[in-house]
């Protein structure tokens, strides 16, 4: 499923299952208007429907994260499957139902809790430290190298600008592109 941790808070626990539903909405191709569910869609579809629904829902993942998670996951991952079946009569396929009922517990250390959004590997002696971040979170910073991680919207975000890039002009202004160029820039 995912790798859960008591020593993140219950918002992060929380947004990691919000995650993983998404992901097992996608596995099953289970789509919001012809778009693949984000979490903001798949609360936003939760409330249009009956918001006691999202209410349920967060108590399912407050209880799961204020108990020990060994001794409840095999019954929360049954229950959450059992939400979205039954009370949001999703119809998941079995690929989707394993996903969400593998149990991966990692307790972080201290050091990993407190190097956040970071990598740390040693080669050769050498302690290197990655910074692993959103683009608009480094925006403007100098730094040595950017892994750009592209998206898709309709297509990968880096095919409405290519052009571009490569110093050919295709006059292409659509909204989709000025949309992509936002999520870079």
Same mark, same amino acid.
């Given at each position: 499923?995912?790798? !859960?941790?008591?020593k993140e808070s219950l918002k992060v626990f929380a947004d990691r299952f919000y995650s993983c539903i998404v992901e097992a909405l996608y596995l099953s191709d289970i789509k919001d208007n012809n778009k693949r569910f984000s979490e903001n869609s798949f609360i936003n579809h939760i409330k249009s429907i009956n918001n006691e629904l999202l209410i349920? !829902?967060?108590?399912?993942?407050? @209880? $799961?994260?204020?108990? =020990?998670?060994?001794? *409840?996951?095999?019954?929360f991952s049954?229950?959450?499957?059992?939400? !979205? =079946?039954?009370?949001?009569?999703?119809?998941?396929?079995?690929?989707? @139902? *394993?996903?969400l009922t593998e149990n991966n517990l990692n307790e972080y250390t201290e050091q990993q809790i407190k190097n956040g959004n970071y990598y740390s590997v040693q080669i050769n002696g050498i302690d290197i430290k990655i910074q692993i971040d959103t683009v608009h #979170?480094?925006?403007?910073? $100098?730094? =040595? #190298? +950017?892994?750009? !991680?592209? +998206?898709?919207?309709? @297509? *990968?975000s880096i095919e409405y600008f290519l052009n571009e890039l490569?110093?050919?002009?295709?006059n292409d202004i659509s909204e989709r592109k000025i949309y992509a160029l936002k999520i870079l820039m």
């Open positions: 499923m995912i790798n !859960l941790s008591k349920k !829902l967060n108590k399912l993942i407050y @209880k $799961t994260y204020t108990k =020990t998670i060994n001794d *409840n996951f095999d019954k049954k229950d959450l499957v059992s939400f !979205l =079946t039954n009370d949001l009569k999703f119809q998941i396929n079995n690929s989707s @139902k *394993n996903y #979170a480094v925006k403007g910073e $100098t730094h =040595t #190298a +950017t892994l750009y !991680l592209d +998206t898709k919207y309709y @297509k *990968n490569n110093g050919k002009n295709n």
